[in-house]
């Protein structure tokens, strides 16, 4: 089968038409909401350990209840099904703080939930998380090391 050559008439009518139709960019938006949600998660966060603090905890349990909040909040908000909706509206917003890596969790765990607690949940539930632990763990390995030499 032959390509047909467009000529210069029809490429531009062509590539008008595609900016007809293509979507409109939507950059600033995006950016603002997650600046905005991920904000939000922050101030969560600084609200728990407020309150940990008003509670009386020192400042090392502090620093444990903050991330365990969130977590659960998290997890809680995905299994519920309401945190992929806020995801959708805040885009990046949910996915940088610790809240998006719960999310990623606790998502490959309720989808491998039909499978079984082993042979699924068990085994696929760091199934996007796993890399991220992974190549975390090893580059600060590797950082160590270079820093003990340097040092």
Known sequence: MEK????????KKYRKYAEKHAPSSTLAKDCFFSFLV???????GQGIGDAAKYLGANEENVKAVIPVCL???SCMLTGLGVYDK???FAKAGTLVPITGFANA???SAID???EGFILGV???MFNIAGPVIVYGSVSSVIWGIIYYFIK
């Open 105 to 107: 969790v606790c998502s």
């Open 4 to 11: 047909r050559v467009l000529n210069e008439n029809e490429k």
């Open 38 to 44: 991920g904000g939000a998660i922050c101030i969560i």
């Open 112 to 114: 491998a939930k039909s």
């Open 86 to 88: 806020i995801a959708s």
């Open 122 to 124: 068990g085994a696929k």
């Open 71 to 73: 977590i659960f909040l």
